[in-house]
């Protein structure tokens, strides 16, 4: 493990969980909280993808590109108006544009999320990244729904 791995996520995921803090108090929207959750969890797979060890590079790379390509999608959202339906269609139409398949998405953050749990110990944010990509996913006739982690 590269050394200071754990305290420096331990440092990233204080700054994101104080920023979804900091919302709570000031009563944003629950498509508000989201919305901020999902944008910054990109900057945390960022951070992992560069500190990572090498044989976990495959999975953090990905993991990080598919949530650079969902952030890009997710920017276009104005957090003040965001609601559930917008919010839950752009990282629908988001996943459903990426290139990598979900059982592919799955995998990686299930291993990405294991190896953390097994070096750092539990990180509740990297939990969501995997619960996220393993989140019910189901077509009702055109019609797409997904369900965010905790809601199954």
């Known amino acids: ?8 996520l331990a440092v990233e995921s204080a700054s994101i969980t104080l920023a979804l803090e900091e919302l709570v108090a000031s009563d944003a929207t629950e498509a508000t909280h989201r919305l901020t959750h999902l944008r ?5 797979l960022g951070w992992i993808d560069e500190h990572a060890p090498a044989d976990l590079g495959a999975d953090s790379g990905l993991l990080a590109e598919v949530y650079a390509d969902i952030d890009r999608v997710l920017a276009d ?21 990426s290139p990598t398949s979900g059982a592919d998405l799955d995998e990686a953050a299930g291993r990405v999320a294991a190896w953390v749990d097994d070096s750092c110990g539990s990180f509740p944010m990297i939990a969501f990244v995997a ?9 009702d006739g055109d019609e797409f729904v997904f369900e965010y982690p905790g809601e199954r």
């Open 1 to 8: 493990m590269p050394e200071g791995f754990c305290a420096g």
């Open 40 to 44: 910054a969890t990109t900057a945390l």
């Open 77 to 97: 959202l104005d957090p003040g108006t965001v609601t559930e339906a917008r919010l839950r269609n752009a990282l629908f139409g988001a996943l459903m544009d």
């Open 131 to 139: 619960d996220l990509f393993a989140a019910a996913r189901q077509a």
